[in-house]
């Protein structure tokens, strides 16, 4: 049977985007009456956060059951300098670390994220990052955004986070489905790919990424306001990862956080 269009084509691509938004329309989730309000934040905003969601004795446990996983010398899961200059990460916390899967296995969290995308959104992956590396910067300090489908992200951070420590900085509202969007996309469309462990390959280094002048462009077009998301240990975020936002230089002390990745039936990256 002859295809309608070629493969790769924008037409392909908006034919996937239809799709993909009608199975998720098709799969809803309730959300309870007492978490609806911060579904509204969230829809609203693309971003929604909650001030030292964890206390600092569970925070200290998340963080004891880390630096043992680290000590274990069978654990190949753990990686220094990732892609990402002066970061490092233990991957798969969840499962080395299993006091964190309180975090993942939280019934608010994922009630929101399931009535934000869909009852088929699953938990993907799991990591610990740290930043301790002062004054060193990384492509990630550009406005990016990670996917034209859901990739909804859980921020824990385990070290008190100031505009000193690397904070997250989301462009609220841009997660919508607004016409700039569409070309970008598409270009993300053509050009991410993994690899056969579901790691990035080069063609997709850049995928979704912006210079400053154009973030500022679609900051002033669509009015759309920067939110740098600081907080005490323990505090927490939930963002939709189609959003634009970029992470920042740090200038002083350390920053450590624990972070899982939601996204549709668990899609790969």
């Given at each position: 049977?002859?295809?309608?269009?070629?493969?790769?084509?924008?037409?392909?691509?908006?034919?996937?985007?239809?799709?993909?938004?009608?199975?998720c329309a098709l799969t809803p989730f309730p959300v309870a009456k007492e978490y609806k309000a911060h579904l509204d934040t969230l829809n609203r905003d693309g971003c929604v956060v909650f001030e030292e969601y964890f206390s600092p004795e569970q925070v200290d446990e998340f963080l004891e059951d880390i630096e043992a996983a680290k000590k274990r010398q069978d654990l190949t899961r753990v990686a220094n300098g990732h892609i990402d200059?002066?970061?490092?990460r233990v991957y798969d916390v969840a499962d080395v670390a299993p006091m964190t899967r309180k975090i993942f296995e939280d019934p608010m969290i994922l009630s929101l994220i399931k009535g934000y995308c869909s009852s088929k959104c699953e938990l993907l992956k799991t990591f610990y990052e740290e930043k301790r590396e002062v004054g060193t910067s990384s492509?990630?300090?550009?406005?990016?955004?990670?996917?034209?489908?859901?990739?909804?992200?859980?921020?824990?951070?385990?070290t008190d986070v100031t505009e000193n420590q690397a904070p997250t900085t989301i462009t609220l509202g841009s997660h919508k489905n607004h016409l700039w969007r569409y070309?970008?996309?598409?270009?993300?469309?053509?050009?991410?790919?993994?690899?056969?462990?579901n790691r990035y390959t080069e063609m997709t280094d850049y995928s979704g990424m912006f210079w400053p002048h154009e973030a500022a462009t679609i900051r002033k077009l669509w009015k759309y306001k920067e939110k740098t998301i600081t907080g005490k240990k323990g505090t927490m975020f939930i963002f939709d990862s189609r959003a634009l936002h970029?992470?920042?230089?740090?200038?002083e002390g350390e920053r450590k956080?624990?972070?899982?990745?939601?996204?549709?039936?668990?899609?790969g990256l």
């Open positions: 049977m002859l295809s309608l269009y070629a493969k790769d084509s924008m037409v392909d691509f908006l034919v996937q985007k239809l799709d993909y938004k009608i199975r200059t002066g970061i490092s492509q990630s300090n550009h406005h990016h955004f990670d996917d034209w489908r859901h990739r909804i992200k859980v921020w824990v951070y385990l070309w970008p996309e598409y270009n993300y469309f053509l050009h991410f790919r993994t690899d056969e462990n970029r992470s920042t230089v740090l200038k956080i624990i972070t899982g990745y939601y996204t549709y039936k668990g899609l």
